[in-house]
């Protein structure tokens, strides 16, 4: 396997969020002064993170993985590219000692990049930015046209605790100091749809976005309060 492949893999592992917390700090650091592995975690951000904007929650069979194993060995006889194969029969084993619902994510975002890049054309206009807690997978996944403004902040590994909720806020230098509360999202276990028809589509363009853990009833002091994880728009490529 050459260094460019390797390179490859670890930044497949780093965006899908099985790497354990020792590597992933490495690849944090190795990011910072290797261009190689940085545009290669870019890269796969872009082909990957569309996915979660485009699944439907479905309980998993209790054969889910015995099919998807039968998938790769299927498609390791027929694809020319047997390097990526290989990563995601890898990925897999570790997916199954992970917990039931990151399980789940993993085996989707698999089975979708063996049938497709993706099942449904997107638009030049649409963007997505993912929010990473440290050393997890996403914890939640927003999509946002451009054209129209509708968003949609999907959670994928979000837990919320209680007596609290989830906020989501904009921060850019055209809006002021301080971040702009854009309201409390749903819950942590279904979609929250917004309109920001107020905003130009250039500020929302390069605008840094963030979602706080808040009291229930969101900020009491309209400004973020409790811990934030943050995310900036990256276009969806088809």
């Known amino acids: 396997m050459t260094d460019r492949e390797d390179i490859d893999m670890l930044a497949a592992e780093y965006v899908l969020g099985t790497l354990d917390p020792d590597m992933r700090r490495t690849v944090d650091e190795r990011r910072s002064h290797e261009d190689d592995l940085n545009a290669a975690i870019a890269d796969w951000e872009k082909r990957l993170s569309p996915l979660n904007a485009h699944y439907r929650d479905e309980m998993p069979s209790r054969d889910l993985f015995p099919a998807i194993r039968a998938r790769i060995e299927g498609a390791r006889a027929q694809a020319d590219n047997i390097v990526e194969i290989d990563l995601l029969k890898r990925k897999l084993a570790r997916w199954r000692i992970g917990t039931f619902a990151t399980g789940a994510l993993a085996a989707s975002l698999m089975v979708a990049v063996l049938v497709s890049d ?17 050393d997890t997978q996403p914890a939640f996944v927003m999509s946002i046209d451009l054209d129209t403004r509708a968003v949609i902040i999907r959670p994928v590994s979000a837990t919320l605790p209680e007596g609290k909720a989830y906020q989501l806020w904009i921060a850019s230098d055209q809006l002021g100091p301080a971040p702009k509360s854009l309201g409390l999202l749903e819950n942590a276990s279904v979609p929250t749809t917004r309109s920001l028809g107020e905003f130009d589509p250039a500020l929302l363009r390069n605008a840094t976005f963030g979602i706080s853990l808040e009291p229930e009833g969101g900020s009491p002091t309209g400004r973020p309060t409790g811990p934030a994880i943050h995310g900036r728009l990256i276009p969806v490529e088809h």
Do not use: G, I, M, Y
């Open 118 to 134: 993706f099942a449904t054309p997107v638009q030049d206009r649409q963007f997505v930015a993912v929010f990473h807690r440290d």
